[in-house]
């Protein structure tokens, strides 16, 4: 599976949309980029994945660049409860084995 | 529906001391993995398992084994407790139907330290 790179931290402003980056240069045509997130002490949470197309939910927009080796996550009125680490994981669709995550982003909200 | 449970939540051992960690989930996941992760790291698999009495190793299996007798439990096993196992151990289960999600459920974790 391609590793990731994300930045360590970001912070952002309650209200404001929070633009999440991550780099997958080795990505593979067959990986899926997916996005979790691990607020405090709980177990990580899943918010979204894509091929390679932009993808929308309840939750987050996921923006993947052309030539795929870039992706950035949107959380478009980013609100305290948002304040988490973010895993940015590329991986083959739907095998058995192992997500690899990184060190991620910690996201802070700032009131 | 509780989906993925934990026991125990908290655990304290003395270095050699052994313990076995349960999984549980009720959503019928084929799919089932146990994580560690250490201050400031994200999550390493330890072990995982694609259905039934099977198990395979994920990135770091050693000291640790784990058993897949039913469906619904994943066991967790240490045999000889050491300091650097000293961690948060989280256990999560996905389905295994090919679908548009692929998504890990994971249980709130089990905070063990090893003296």
């Known amino acids: 599976d391609a590793k990731t790179t994300q930045p360590t931290s970001m912070d952002c402003a309650e209200g404001r949309a929070a633009n999440l980056p991550c780099n997958h240069s080795?990505?593979?045509?067959?990986?899926?980029v997916y996005w979790y997130r691990q607020i405090h002490s709980q177990g990580p949470q899943y918010i979204i994945h894509?091929?390679?197309n932009n993808e929308t939910n309840e939750m987050a927009s996921l923006i993947i660049t052309e030539d795929r080796k870039s992706s950035t996550l949107i959380l478009p009125h980013a609100t305290l409860r948002d304040t988490a680490v973010y895993y940015c994981?590329?991986?083959?669709?739907?095998?058995?084995?192992?997500?690899?995550f990184g060190t991620g982003t910690s996201l802070t909200v700032i009131p | 529906n509780a989906g993925v449970t934990q026991t125990p939540k908290f655990r304290v051992l003395k270095t050699g001391q052994s313990m076995t960690l349960l999984c549980a989930q009720d959503?019928?996941?084929?799919?089932m993995y146990w994580y560690r992760q250490d201050p400031g790291m994200g999550l390493r698999l330890i072990h995982y398992?694609?259905?039934?009495?099977?198990?395979a190793k994920g990135e770091v299996p050693d000291g640790y084994n784990v058993s897949r007798l039913k469906k619904q439990n994943f066991l967790l096993g240490l045999e000889s407790a050491a300091p650097s196992q000293t961690s948060v151990y989280f256990c999560?289960?996905?389905?295994?139907?090919?679908?548009?999600?692929?998504?890990?459920?994971f249980g709130p974790g089990t905070r063990l330290t090893v003296l």
């Open positions: 080795t990505i593979s045509g067959n990986e899926y």
């Open positions: 999560a289960s996905r389905t295994h139907q090919r679908g548009p999600y692929n998504e890990q459920f």
């Open positions: 398992s694609v259905g039934e009495g099977t198990t």
């Open positions: 994981i590329v991986r083959v669709y739907n095998t058995g084995n192992q997500f690899y």
């Open positions: 959503m019928n996941h084929e799919y």
């Open positions: 894509g091929l390679k």
